[in-house]
């Protein structure tokens, strides 16, 4: 059974780091891209950040770019995302995510419980 | 960044009423289009890829259809369990951006 459970949120001051980190089991996690999507309290999805299997291609969204950064340890099947210079838009609960390629199409098929990241002073 | 505008933002409707939910993209994104439902408290669920496939044990009952900029969802007859909150998401460049939500409520 694939699990993707998160941990490392909670409450941080405006300006303060976080890191968040998603523990992978039930798959080969080295043969999958992952994501980082968060959602706002009463808010819509947001895709944040991905990474490829090997680590080779990163991305970010516009509104984390510089300040977050996504990484992942293959041996220790886990993803991270560091979080610097937190802002209160940046309360959300972050979920770790699967992709899987689907008739061409990259999908989210898997998706973790969430972790709560709550920047307030 | 390609926008995804979602119509209506929410809907009451009941049970067995076929329900139909509109995305429309801010440019061409061919077919790389999915669907999610997301209940309260939870995480979101793969419902259609690829704007009309039906997802490996999703009922029947949803489907999807569209390529380009325009893109439906419709659920045929509604059940209970399907009161909860409609995504779109493209996937045909990054940022991967999702629609804003809808929100389909018991009338």
């Known amino acids: 059974e694939v699990q993707l459970v998160e941990s490392g949120g909670g409450l941080v001051k405006p300006g303060g780091s976080l890191r968040l980190s998603c523990a992978a089991s039930?798959?080969?996690?080295?043969?999958?891209?992952m994501n980082w999507v968060r959602q706002a309290p009463g808010k819509g999805l947001e895709w944040v950040s991905s990474i490829s299997s090997s680590s080779s291609y990163i991305y970010y969204a516009d509104s984390v770019k510089g300040r977050f950064t996504i990484s992942r340890d293959n041996a220790k099947n886990s993803l991270y995302l560091q979080m610097n210079s937190l802002r209160a838009e940046d309360t959300a609960v972050y979920y770790c995510a699967r992709d899987l390629i689907l008739r061409e199409v990259v999908v989210i098929d898997y998706w973790g419980q969430g972790t709560l990241v709550t920047v307030s002073s | 960044d390609i926008q995804m505008t979602q119509s209506p933002s929410s809907l009451s409707a009941s049970v067995g009423d076929r329900v139909t939910i509109t995305c429309r993209a801010s440019?061409?994104?061919?077919?790389?289009l999915n669907w999610y439902q997301q209940k309260p408290g939870k995480a979101p669920k793969l419902l259609i890829y690829?704007?009309?496939s039906l997802q490996s044990g999703v009922p029947s009952r949803f489907s999807g259809s569209g390529s380009g900029t325009d893109f439906t969802l419709t659920i045929s007859s509604l059940q209970p369990e399907d009161f909860a909150t409609y995504y779109c998401q493209q996937s045909y460049s990054t940022p991967r951006t999702f629609g804003q939500g809808t929100r389909l409520e018991i009338k």
């Open positions: 690829a704007a009309s």
């Open positions: 440019q061409s994104i061919s077919s790389y």
């Open positions: 039930g798959f080969t996690f080295s043969s999958y891209s």
